[in-house]
């Protein structure tokens, strides 16, 4: 196994896997020449061609429109989209057509589509390149929404989502990208979606987190017992796990960098008001940004969930 940042465990698995099926292509702004904003897609228009790897023009909108058109045809795109907030444009044709192909032609047809954006905080970007926009699409009926936190888990879920018969929301922590390294096999291997890992074992408390929150948070549980789990599927995210380490602990705070009214982190904590009240020994605490528009660069680490305060919410929850 070789040591590799995200942006390479990536780059290793679109290779593969358009290797492997014929049918994957790549499309998005800058994807081919250029190798994408972040230099993701770097390489594979000299290894698979322009026609399966496509420079479009500067319109989400028309991307993901002729995505959900390629994908009904029967081949699996894979979307890239600069920037999360750059989506917005394209939500129309995420929520009214590709989360919906399969209900409404009655099983007939899929949409096998993969729309990957770097999301979140920690890149010091302008306006609309720094928002954590999860909770829409989990909201969403119809479609998967994932986000690795280490290159390894990167490769392995990328693989499943393309393969996965029904649209995925791939969110790629754009502060992690060439932030760490970690020992990255070279052959082809996936991770199931829907599952969490729990990422550190402990007992007095569980920490939910996912992306670059789950180091924040593993960094400030240092002198806590506390059982870290990375979500890394959020939508269906993997009950059993977490219900099992909540019973254990009793104790729950979930770090997420998204604004905290209606992020997820509210839906899992009324997930586990319903499932575990009887564990709990105190309040379930939740650690967000603040109920705010993404601040400027110099702004940026007031507004971002810190090991600080994420360290305050585990002495809090532990005094129950």
Request: net charge negative; with cysteine; hydrophobic share 45%.
């Amino acid at each position: 196994m070789d040591k590799m940042n995200m942006v390479q465990a990536i780059n290793m698995a679109l290779r593969q896997e358009m290797a492997r099926d014929d049918d994957v292509v790549v499309l998005g702004e800058d994807v081919g020449r250029d190798g994408g904003v972040f230099r993701v897609t770097d390489g594979l228009i000299e290894e698979f061609g322009p026609d399966r790897v496509i420079d479009t023009p500067l319109s989400e909108l028309g991307i993901v429109g002729s995505a959900v058109g390629m994908a009904v045809y029967g081949l699996r795109p894979v979307v890239e989209i600069q920037f999360m907030a750059f989506i917005y444009e394209a939500i129309e044709q995420v929520y009214s057509h590709a989360t919906r192909m399969r209900t409404r032609s009655r099983g007939r047809f899929g949409c096998p589509i993969v729309i990957r954006t770097p999301y979140g905080l920690g890149i010091k970007g302008p306006e609309l390149h720094s928002d954590s926009a999860e909770a829409i699409f989990c909201h969403m009926p119809g479609i998967k929404v994932v986000v690795p936190s280490t290159p390894y888990n990167a490769k392995g879920l990328l693989a499943s989502a393309i393969r996965d018969p029904d649209p995925v929301v791939f969110m790629e922590p754009a502060r992690l990208y060439r932030a760490i390294k970690t020992a990255v096999p070279e052959d082809e291997y996936s991770i199931d979606l829907g599952r969490a890992e729990v990422f550190q074992e402990g007992k007095d408390m569980t920490v939910i987190a996912w992306g670059s929150m789950l180091h924040a948070a593993v960094e400030a549980a240092d002198g806590f017992d506390a059982e870290v789990i990375d979500l890394m599927t959020l939508k269906p995210f993997d009950e059993e796990t977490i219900l099992a380490s909540v019973r254990k602990t009793g104790r729950v705070v979930i770090v997420h960098e998204a604004t905290k009214y209606c992020g997820l982190g509210a839906e899992i904590a009324a997930f586990l008001a319903e499932e575990a009240i009887m564990h709990l020994n105190g309040p379930i605490l939740r650690v967000t940004a603040p109920d705010g528009v993404v601040p400027m660069a110099m702004l940026e680490d007031l507004y971002m969930p810190t090991s600080k305060r994420i360290r305050k919410a585990y002495e809090e929850v532990m005094r129950y």
